[in-house]
């Protein structure tokens, strides 16, 4: 099996409970709340874990919390590579309204990094990324991370013999363009930030396809995802487009989907799938992830169940 390195910058303990109704000023009588180690990379390594498969965490890590989320990923099991943050890690809060079933979700900033942070951070990821295996970059930046990171990193993991993939958002996806960065492996987005890079509306899979694939031939990576919610995945290289159907489930929380599905997907690769199989898997594991409350990830059980419920078809 092919070894995996995530990286997380902003990691943070995620918090979530219910109460009966989210009212304004009064006291709000909650559940216990469920405590997770939190943030894109280490979700996506908690749901390579749920898969039965092994991962290592580059997790920046300070103060009592980061403590906390050391010891978090200690109980499941994760192998942590920690980098020392600028700063104490955050917290998070998701609070279900139990009325209406409602989630709210509070997400701190993070410590503020310096470019002596960021310069750090990189070279020890290049050190610390396995040869011939696969890097996950996902999740937000701390405040002072430059938006061209993924940039800068897809050039330095270009130097190694590992292979990139970027799920990124917002700015960090126009400074992929406009650097013209060595190209990831692959690089995923949900629908509403391809529609922001594009500069128009996305509604049909062709049209998702279209544009993913003239991503390809920019040179921003070999493959790009586009997540299109509820209907699905679509994956284009040079040569091909895929489409992989999202099977219809009761939704009891989004948190973790996307995560869910770089997990599913890129532990198919690491175990030498193709991109056609792994798209499969990867939109098995989002489907998979719906399914449960507030910080869960996906199951193997339910990943296992729902793969044949997701075809992959040519769009």
Not at 70 to 84: H, K, N, S
Not at 242 to 260: E, I, L, N, R, T
Request: proline content about 7%; overall charge positive; hydrophobic content about 45%.
């Amino acid at each position: 099996m092919t070894s995996i390195l995530t990286i997380t910058l902003n990691p943070t303990v995620d918090l979530s409970i219910e109460t009966p109704e989210v009212a304004p000023e009064r006291k709000l009588r909650c559940t216990r709340p469920l405590t997770d180690p939190g943030g894109g990379g280490l979700n996506v390594s908690r749901a390579i874990a749920a898969l039965g498969g092994n991962s290592t965490a580059f997790v920046a890590l300070g103060g009592t919390t980061g403590d906390r989320v050391m010891r978090l990923l200690a109980e499941a099991g994760i192998a942590v590579f920690p980098f020392p943050a600028p700063g104490e890690t955050r917290m998070s809060l998701t609070a279900t309204d139990q009325s209406t079933g409602a989630q709210y979700r509070f997400v701190m900033p993070g410590p503020d990094w310096g470019a002596r942070d960021v310069a750090k951070a990189l070279s020890r990821i290049a050190r610390a990324a396995p040869e011939g295996g696969i890097v996950v970059l996902s999740g937000s930046q701390p405040p002072g991370v430059p938006e061209d990171f993924p940039a800068r990193l897809a050039t330095k993991m270009a130097r190694t013999k590992a292979r990139l993939f970027l799920d990124t958002s917002g700015e960090a996806l126009h400074q992929l363009m406009e650097r013209k960065a060595q190209p990831a492996d692959v690089l995923r987005m949900d629908e509403l930030e391809a529609e922001g890079l594009a500069g128009r509306k996305l509604p049909e899979r062709r049209d998702s396809a279209d544009f993913a694939q003239g991503l390809v031939q920019r040179g921003l990576a070999h493959a790009v995802i586009v997540a299109r919610g509820a209907d699905g995945n679509v994956l284009a290289t040079k040569d091909a487009r895929w489409f992989a159907v999202a099977p219809k489930v009761d939704v009891v929380s989004k948190v973790g989907a996307g995560d869910s599905f770089v997990g599913a997907f890129t532990l198919a690769l690491s175990r030498g799938k193709n991109f056609r199989e792994a798209l499969q898997h990867g939109a098995a594991g989002a489907a998979a992830a719906v399914t449960t409350p507030a910080t869960d990830l996906c199951s193997a059980a339910m990943v296992r169940r729902l793969l044949p419920h997701c075809p992959v078809e040519p769009v």
